[in-house]
């Protein structure tokens, strides 16, 4: 035979360019005519950089990220990347994937179970859709025998939630009734030590209790028998415990144990994101994203911040939205009797945070199951009119558009998890939560609201959620328009004087018809609202912080992961004094893992400082062990005997060796060094003053930077019941003149304390700050004083030069000199605020 006269086939060339791949789509129903600009941008963007190793591309939403991260799937495909694989949140979100490859004539294989829909991905001719749960399970195929060569993330800036699902081992009843019942037994003990068995048995017998933790040293002295009770219960073969087992069975000992309603939780503190290969070896990943001003949360689900931004900047997505208040009409809330007449004209989609809270609901609509959840939704699509609850679900719905134009926020999204639960209720680690809930806040908000041509009504109810959206720092986490949104909405009450829950849906009924004078204001108001920079200075250095603190979680916990103890501690302790000054709550979370990780280390005098800083950072809220490996001398051991400023004392004079006696003191000067800094910023200065008051034993937190209201620092003496607060001025010029603002700023400050302080004598609002005069139409009250810094420096100095005395005490006479040392008035609360009352801001020359 002649193989020279047989034809050759014809080579087919697949484009890499994925602008290419969708000017080649074939004309199907509903293809897409020409993608929006933002998309190109995207696109053309990533193609310049594609063999970048981490790309996060932000859209709006509803500005067809889907699309963007299809068109880049199929272009690695053709680029002949092996094992292509595009990670959804839900499955429903991958099947509505599918179907917007379907529309672009993309061919892809599905797996969300057990198989995969087809050959296709296997045989390296397309690409996978699948969901967090299947690729990151300690059991999963995708990464054991189908490694990726490139990874699309969507819906990343809500990944975190669903990887570290993945790490969670959830024991819960009925289900695992004798495994919890083991579990708790074991731990029994371990609370009753500490007086908190009631506790125990309330969070897991009520589901109005707040969860409770063992302490790290607790579940470090029981991982054995507590993988013995966990392999024996037959663990590797229940279908729904055995996936996370697999990723934690060899670190049972590094993880928190939390017990909560009818449950209890163990899970790592962190994700230990550099234990899976995905995140170390030289994959391609990208990071679908909605549009996020802050990218700390990116950081904590992955473990980096990406190489590439691509953040386009474009109005696809920015729909019209009339945000309305239930709290400023004179019912204070909403319930089922405004939304069933309302339900019966438009349709309502209602979002909560729980099925506790959807009860209230039960009138006007019952929350679907899971298994018919997609139909109910289809329905709700279909309908001219009802309701739709939708419970604890802020991504893959979607109701564009006629499908759904009322939606109401009941209350503040929660934490999905009982670790989360404990972290943002019991703990109240409100700048960590605040990240997470405005991305939650975000999504939900885009559920009816999806394109620029679209518009909708919405409806804040609740104390919590519209107390975080009146509260500018938080707002300031928010894309701009929806925070513009959010304040032509409460500026629209204030004029419009809506005071009853009928005027509500007389202004829902002009919106929806589409009344030209609505159409007007809207165009012509909306550009003006905005917050001030203040505020987005403010929570830009937060998040800067909360952004580092979290790379450092990361590493820190994927060291400890490889039993490198020292290492692991290391990634904390670098960054722990900045994160104090964003996030005080965080920082004593970092503090409670520092503990136990130099547990491991054998520091055991180390350990219990971490330990107590965690014990204080947290509101004591933490349990912190009594003794470390049988250690009585420890300051924690005699927790009952020693006030909290004799502990603080105690654990850095009474350091047996001198070099950890070296680094704690270098701690306490570092954390207070910004008081005779001129080079220091204003929250530098603030956390010093937070931490003075931590040394000097009250409980000392910055309310401003929490809560954003009340003063800038503010000390308690809870055995005292008295407290003392500060707003800092330092930033004004020498011989300052103190305006009426800044004296209303105090009078407003001082009624704070009054209602959140009830029970305590205020002695004094303290203003930090240079003299100079008073403007004469700034009427100080008699509990307000002005002090220079230089005042608590000095307070500071006295305290070093106290602890060096003590340290010079023979150690078998230390223990009581620090008691005596510790008794001076000079250090009562009174005695200090002796000291900073320094002139009466009544007394201040007024200028002329």
């Not at 009119?385 to 604890?392: A, W």
């Not at 608590?792 to 602890?803: E, K, P, V, Y």
């Amino acid at each position: 035979m002649d193989f020279s006269q047989l034809k050759r086939p014809a080579r087919k060339t697949k484009p890499l360019d994925p602008i290419a791949i969708f000017e080649r789509r074939p004309s199907l129903p509903n293809t897409p005519n020409d993608l929006w600009r933002g998309q190109t941008e995207a696109l053309n963007e990533w193609h310049k950089n594609r063999r970048k190793s981490d790309v996060f591309i932000a859209l709006n939403t509803g500005a067809g990220k889907t699309l963007v991260g299809l068109l880049i799937a199929q272009s690695l495909v053709n680029e002949g990347i092996e094992n292509v694989t595009y990670v959804c949140g839900t499955k429903d979100l991958v099947l509505q994937t599918q179907r917007e490859a379907t529309k672009l004539g993309i061919e892809c294989t599905l797996r969300t179970g057990g198989d995969f829909s087809n050959s296709l991905f296997e045989t390296g001719k397309a690409f996978c859709i699948t969901t967090y749960t299947s690729f990151f399970n300690g059991l999963s195929v995708l990464q054991r025998k189908h490694f990726p060569g490139a990874v699309i993330f969507d819906d990343a800036h809500v990944a975190e939630r669903m990887i570290r699902e993945a790490f969670t081992l959830k024991i819960a009843a009925p289900g695992q009734a004798e495994l919890l019942k083991d579990i708790k037994s074991l731990f029994e003990p371990h609370f009753k030590e500490y007086g908190k068995l009631p506790s125990l048995e309330s969070a897991i017998d009520s589901p109005f209790e707040s969860p409770i933790m063992a302490s790290p040293n607790a579940v470090k002295e029981k991982a054995e028998r507590l993988y013995s009770l966990l392999v024996d219960s037959g663990i590797n073969n229940d279908t729904n415990l055995k996936y996370s087992f697999n990723h934690l069975k060899e670190n049972l000992g590094h993880c928190a144990v939390v017990f909560g309603y009818g449950a209890v939780e163990i899970a790592p503190p962190f994700l230990p994101l550099f234990s899976l290969p995905v995140f170390l070896r030289d994959v391609r990943r990208i990071y679908l994203s909605a549009s996020l001003n802050y990218k700390s949360d990116i950081a904590r689900a992955f473990g980096r911040i990406p190489d590439l931004s691509i953040e386009p900047k474009n109005d696809a997505g920015n729909g019209e939205r009339l945000i309305l208040f239930s709290s400023e009409i004179h019912q204070k809330k909403i319930d089922y009797r405004f939304v069933k007449p309302l339900s019966e004209k438009h349709k309502v989609l209602i979002a909560v945070p729980s099925y506790r809270q959807a009860e209230a609901w039960n009138k006007v609509g019952i929350p679907p199951c899971s298994d018919d959840f997609s139909e109910k939704l289809q329905d709700f699509r279909e309908a001219s009119s009802g309701t739709f609850i939708l419970v604890s679900r802020v991504d893959g719905i979607d109701l564009p558009h006629d499908t759904c134009r009322v939606m109401i926020l009941d209350e503040l999204p929660t934490g999905a998890s009982i670790l989360e639960k404990f972290q943002w209720d019991t703990l109240d680690m409100k700048n960590f939560r605040a990240t997470k809930v405005s991305n939650q806040i975000i999504q939900l908000f885009g559920r009816i609201n999806r394109g620029r041509n679209d518009y909708g009504a919405f409806i804040i109810n609740g104390s919590s959620l519209t107390n975080w959206l009146k509260n500018d720092r938080k707002l300031a986490l928010l894309p701009e328009l929806l925070i513009k949104q959010v304040l032509l909405g409460l500026y629209l009450h204030e004029q419009q004087k809506l005071s009853d829950a009928s005027q509500l849906v007389d202004v829902i009924d002009s919106v929806l018809s589409r009344n030209q004078s609505w159409i007007d204001f809207y165009g012509e108001i909306i550009n003006e609202m905005a917050l001030d920079d203040e505020a987005f200075e403010r929570t830009q250095h937060i998040e800067e912080r909360m952004t580092q603190a979290a790379l450092a979680e990361v590493r820190f916990i994927s060291a400890l992961w490889e039993r490198d103890y020292a290492k692991a501690r290391q990634q904390l302790e670098a960054v722990i004094q900045e994160t104090a000054r964003a996030d005080e709550k965080l920082s004593g979370w970092h503090n409670l893992w520092l503990g136990m990780c130099l547990e491991y280390e054998k520091d055991y005098e180390a350990a219990q400082e971490e330990y107590f800083r965690a014990y204080q950072r947290l509101s004591k809220k933490v349990i912190v062990p009594k003794t470390i490996n049988g250690d009585s001398h420890d300051a924690a051991a005699i927790l009952p005997a020693l006030t909290d400023f004799e502990r603080q004392i105690s654990l850095i004079a009474e350091r047996k060796s001198p070099e950890g006696y070296q680094k704690t003191l270098k701690g306490f000067r570092t954390s207070m060094a910004a008081l005779d800094d001129p080079n220091a910023s204003s929250t530098q200065q603030e956390e010093a003053v937070r931490a003075l008051g931590e040394y000097l034993g009250y409980a000392s937190t910055r309310p401003d930077n929490d809560d954003g209201t009340g003063p800038d620092v503010f000390w308690v003496d809870d055995n005292a019941q008295k407290c003392l607060a500060f707003e800092l001025k330092t930033g004004k010029k020498v011989e300052p003149i103190y305006y009426k603002k800044d004296v209303e700023q105090g009078h407003d400050h001082l009624e704070w304390i009054r209602q959140n302080c009830s029970n305590c004598l205020c002695l004094g609002l303290v203003y930090v700050g240079s003299h100079g005069k008073r403007d004469r139409a700034a009427n100080p009250s008699s509990e307000m004083y002005l002090c220079d810094i230089s005042i608590l420096a000095a307070i500071r100095n006295q305290l070093i030069s106290g602890i060096a005395d003590l340290r010079e005490i023979p150690p078998n006479q230390r223990r009581g000199k620090v008691t005596e040392f510790c008794s001076g008035w000079q250090w009562k609360l009174e005695g200090i605020a002796s000291k900073v009352k320094v002139y009466s801001m009544q007394n201040l020359e007024v200028s002329s």
